[in-house]
T-cell receptor, first 114, second 115 residues
Framework: DTGVSQNPRHKITKRGQNVTFRCDPI?????LYWYRQTLGQGPEFLTY????????KSRLLSDRFSAERPKGSFSTLEIQRTEQGDSAMYLC????????????FGPGTRLTVL | AQTVTQSQPEMSVQEAETVTLSCTYD???????LFWYKQPPSRQMILVIR????KQQNATENRFSVNFQKAAKSFSLKISDSQLGDAAMYFC????????????WGLGTSLAVNP
């Protein structure tokens, strides 16, 4: 399977705990995006990477959120001190480069904060 | 700032019939891309069709076609010969040609296909 993969698919955690999600983009895609989607809503942009450089962060991304893409391949999204409002589907997408408009999505990680 | 509006939260269609989902957007830019994505229940987001704003010809992908009206800033999706597997949330999305960093999304339309 050469699509975008995300792990875990589901995560249940208690409020105040830290969680980390992983995204593996399509091989050779140098752009990677994180979105958050709550029930009944469209995705909201969180951040994106060009290779290992994080080029933009949404104001939705509070200081409890951090994302990395250390070697320009996979990316991690960490949420510290989770809150119930963080419960959502976290989507990862990748595109070939800055000239290619089509983003391909992974299956998402559904986070539930109790 | 660009916005995308999908005015139909829910739609339904009989199997084998045709349905049209509406999308309007607001932008001051002349060069951009528009997309329709499909998200089946508990499944991942899948690209259905894309349209470049500089192209006058409407995009078509098998049973899926768009009606792109640039002046009216309208981008509707037509699904012909609807199938049960077409049941999903459909999202319209916009991306600037200058700022290719992120997609701006509508709220989605939930499509039910009745047998």
């Amino acid at each position: 399977d050469t699509g975008v993969s995300q792990n875990p698919r589901h995560k249940i955690t208690k409020r105040g705990q830290n969680v980390t999600f992983r995204c593996d983009p399509i091989s050779e895609h140098n752009r990677l995006y994180w979105y958050r989607q709550t029930l009944g809503q469209g995705p909201e942009f969180l951040t994106y990477f060009q290779n290992e450089a994080q080029l933009e962060k949404s104001r939705l991304l509070s200081d409890r959120f951090s994302a990395e893409r250390p070697k320009g391949s996979f990316s991690t999204l960490e949420i510290q001190r989770t809150e119930q409002g963080d419960s959502a589907m976290y989507l990862c997408a990748s595109s070939l480069d800055q000239f290619t408009d089509t983003q391909y999505f992974g299956p998402g990680t559904r986070l539930t904060v109790l | 700032a660009q916005t995308v509006t999908q005015s139909q939260p829910e739609m339904s269609v009989q199997e084998a019939e045709t349905v049209t989902l509406s999308c309007t957007y607001d932008t001051s830019e002349s060069d951009y891309y528009l997309f329709w994505y499909k998200q089946p229940p508990s499944r991942q987001m899948i690209l259905v069709i894309r349209q470049e704003a500089y192209k006058q010809q409407n995009a078509t992908e098998n049973r899926f076609s768009v009606n792109f009206q640039k002046a009216a800033k309208s981008f509707s999706l037509k699904i012909s010969d609807s199938q049960l597997g077409d049941a999903a949330m459909y999202f319209c999305a916009y991306r600037s040609a200058r700022d290719n960093r992120k997609l701006i999304w509508g709220l989605g339309t939930s499509l039910a296909v009745n047998p």
